[in-house]
């Protein structure tokens, strides 16, 4: 959750103008700045701003996105964190602005979405109303269910993969290339796994085919 606008600042006026962004006018957000000229701005701000321009926007000097690097400075940058702000949905005050995502995450007035959103349940409420909507949903009842089917879904899926890795291996044409590289280089590998054949007398257990088939490690995991 971008944390930014759940919160307003405390005390506002009294906060040090090299604290500010000059573009957006509030404290810095993960501040960046050139080298070349030193001026220091929001990560959004001058993102927004090279859309149209492509000079700072204090010092006009000739600079592109790529100049932009955050600033590392821990004296400065904990002076941004330690500035003290107000939740806007449970009014908590002199909450820590590096701190604020700690306190939005369970902060119990903010407005959530039922874990069951990805299925189509709509219910927002504030987070101490989760669990008694919980209680009553019935998307979320049949979560396990949905999620079991997409789980078999996803096996069949890689099972036709496999076999049809094994159609197009198994072609004429396949076979006699792979039998050549074999002659020549006296190795050959599992098709899924690329693990090292080992052969007995030049001959594996189904083909001769050396590059045609799967380990027994690789069938097993297809089709269990
Ligand atoms: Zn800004
Ligand atoms: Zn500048
Ligand atoms: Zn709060
Ligand atoms: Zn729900
Ligand atoms: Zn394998």
Not at 38 to 56: A, E, L, P, V, Y
Not at 86 to 112: A, E, L, P
Not at 142 to 168: C, G, M, R, W
Not at 198 to 217: I, M, Q, Y
Request: aromatic fraction near 8%; hydrophobic fraction near 30%.
């Amino acid at each position: 959750m971008a944390t930014s606008g759940n919160y307003e600042y405390m005390n506002e006026d009294s906060i040090h103008e090299d604290l500010l962004c000059p573009i957006c006018t509030d404290p810095l957000e993960d501040p960046v700045s050139a080298n070349e000229c030193g001026h220091t701005f929001c990560r959004k701000c001058i993102i927004d701003t090279f859309r149209d321009m492509s000079t700072c926007p204090t010092c006009r000097r000739d600079l592109t996105l790529e100049d932009y690097h955050p600033v590392t400075i821990r004296p400065f940058l904990n002076q941004l964190n330690q500035l003290l702000v107000k939740c806007k949905w449970c009014s908590q005050t002199n909450i820590q602005r590096g701190n604020f995502k700690d306190h939005i995450t369970n902060c119990m007035n903010v407005m959530i979405s039922c874990p069951a959103a990805h299925l189509k349940c709509d219910w927002n409420g504030r987070r101490d109303q989760i669990q008694n909507h919980i209680s009553v949903c019935p998307l979320i009842k049949i979560q396990p269910i949905i999620d079991e089917l997409n789980a078999l879904v996803k096996q069949q899926s890689e099972q036709i993969h496999f076999l049809y890795t094994i159609l197009e291996k198994t072609s004429k044409s396949h076979k006699k290339a792979c039998q050549e590289y074999y002659k020549a280089n006296g190795v050959a590998y599992c098709d899924i796994c690329k693990k090292k054949f080992t052969f007995v007398e030049h001959k594996r257990r189904l083909h001769f085919c050396p590059d045609t088939d799967f380990c027994s490690h690789c069938v097993q995991k297809y089709f269990p």
